[in-house]
């Protein structure tokens, strides 16, 4: 196996350590865990530190056009972009995405990215917080999915797997909320409960893990100097 062959398992390897002991660990997504679970994730390793529109595109929508992908993540291991930057490269691929489908996108995408602090304000500035992967990250998440998944409010039971998530919490929020409000908010109560300074001890860890793997095969690959 080559050195980019290994980069590309170990960003997989980090990735799944964040979606396993975090998002699923903690309850952050409820339908995350089934959805793996049933292997209706992918993860896709792309390996240039400045990946160009194409190299991006092309697997934005090959899978967009495999209705067995649910929710596929981009991992940029190389990338050095920083979480503002990422915000806006997201604005510019969803456009092209929109416009390949003839103004009918059939992905939502979202930038997760490992620099971000624990504000607790509200549910919605503790989002970034939540979505400290341990590379920049797209998630592409089918728009039709999310349907489904909204058509389950007020009760939320359609495709949410109520053992992946403190279900005391989320059923705690107001039920006429939208879905991924009430998520959010389910969100902020646990990390309030958990504490944010234990939160983030398991998140470092995770990042820590990153940057030893790494470094093993490419000691220019260090973590981006973030908010931590």
Same mark, same amino acid.
């Given at each position: 196996?080559?050195?980019? &062959? $290994? ?6 390897? /980090?990735?799944?350590?964040?979606? +396993? ?12 865990? $089934? ?8 993860? /896709?390793?792309?390996?240039?530190? @400045? ?5 991006? %595109? ?11 992908? &649910? @929710? ?8 050095? !972009?920083?979480?503002?930057? %990422?915000?806006?490269? +997201?604005?510019? %691929? ?11 996108? /059939? ?75 009430? @998520? ?11 504490? +944010? ?9 995770? %990042?820590?893990?990153?940057?030893? #793997?790494?470094? #093993? !095969? ?11």
């Amino acid at each position: 196996m080559s050195d980019e &062959e $290994r980069l590309a398992v170990e960003a997989v390897r /980090v990735y799944r350590r964040y979606a +396993v002991e975090i998002v699923e660990g903690l309850g952050f997504c409820p339908y995350a865990e $089934r959805t793996r679970l049933e292997g209706r994730t992918r993860e /896709v390793p792309i390996l240039s530190a @400045i990946p160009t529109d194409a190299e991006v %595109l092309d697997p934005i929508e090959r899978i967009a056009d495999d209705a067995s992908i &649910e @929710i596929a993540l981009l991992l940029f291991p190389r990338m050095t !972009l920083g979480r503002t930057a %990422l915000g806006r490269w +997201v604005e510019h %691929l969803r456009k092209r995405h929109g416009e390949a489908r003839g103004g009918a996108p /059939v992905l939502a995408i979202e930038g997760f990215h490992p620099d971000a602090a624990a504000d607790t304000s509200s549910a919605e500035r503790l989002t970034p917080f939540v979505r400290r992967t341990p590379d920049p990250t797209l998630q592409l998440t089918r728009l039709d999915v999310l349907e489904r998944v909204r058509r389950g409010t007020p009760t939320g039971t359609a495709f949410v797997d109520p053992a992946s998530m403190d279900l005391e919490a989320f059923l705690s929020v107001d039920a006429k909320a939208p879905l991924h409000e009430r @998520i959010a908010q389910s969100n902020l109560r646990t990390v309030c409960e958990r504490g +944010v300074a234990s939160v983030r001890r398991a998140m470092d860890a995770i %990042l820590e893990d990153r940057d030893a #793997a790494y470094a #093993a !095969l490419e000691p220019g690959i260090v973590r981006r100097a973030g908010t931590r």
